[in-house]
């Protein structure tokens, strides 16, 4: 499998750059057997939100899926999730997401407590790498990106993915209109 590129980024394969991938997100991609599809490119952290990395470096927001974080509780259960979605979207956090987790209300959870829980930088949270209790909820979409530019779980660089490989993370649960 070629390695996935971008015009204007760099690519070298994941794994040879973990010094550019948070501790939990190199530990997930040594365990995965399609790491070898993962590329790394090395940005300026100070343009690692998805917009600003879009205009930087000439990357379409169509390319982008960006990972966020919510939780919920029903009966005193807390039920955690990141939610996968094109960069051009937004989870539908208070009807779909809510209804897949099955709480009474959906809301972010707390940037403290996800970087904590994480082991990742806040803007650089990704789906590879997660805490294994929380469930990986994946937009259908984000399956058909050519080449999808997600967090590497640090803000000085991206993870590029094929889309459809996205859909093979461990845990993932695919979800048709996840996003709006």
């Not at 470096?57 to 982008?64: F, S």
């Not at 956090?93 to 996800?114: E, I, P, Q």
């Not at 803007?123 to 209790?133: A, H, K, R, S, W």
Request: some cysteine; hydrophobic content about 45%.
């Amino acid at each position: 499998m070629p390695l996935p590129s971008l015009p204007n980024l760099t690519s070298v394969p994941a794994l040879e750059r973990p010094d550019l991938l948070a501790p939990p997100v190199a530990a997930a991609l040594q365990r995965w057997a399609q790491a070898d599809g993962v590329a790394v490119v090395e940005i300026d952290p100070e343009l690692a939100d998805t917009a600003a990395m879009s205009q930087a470096y000439a990357v379409p927001m169509e390319a982008g899926a960006n990972c966020v974080v919510v939780m919920g509780r029903r009966a005193g259960d807390e039920r955690t999730a990141a939610c996968l979605v094109r960069a051009d979207t937004r989870a539908d956090v208070n009807n779909l997401v809510k209804r897949t987790l099955d709480v009474r209300k959906c809301s972010f959870l707390d940037h403290d407590r996800a970087v904590a829980e994480t082991g990742m930088e806040y803007g650089g949270i990704t789906p590879v790498g997660l805490p294994p209790e929380w469930r990986l909820l994946v937009d259908s979409r984000v399956l058909d990106i050519d080449v999808a530019v997600i967090g590497s779980g640090v803000r000085r660089s991206k993870l590029l993915v094929p889309g459809p490989l996205l859909g093979e993370l461990p845990r993932a649960e695919v979800v048709p209109e996840l996003a709006r």
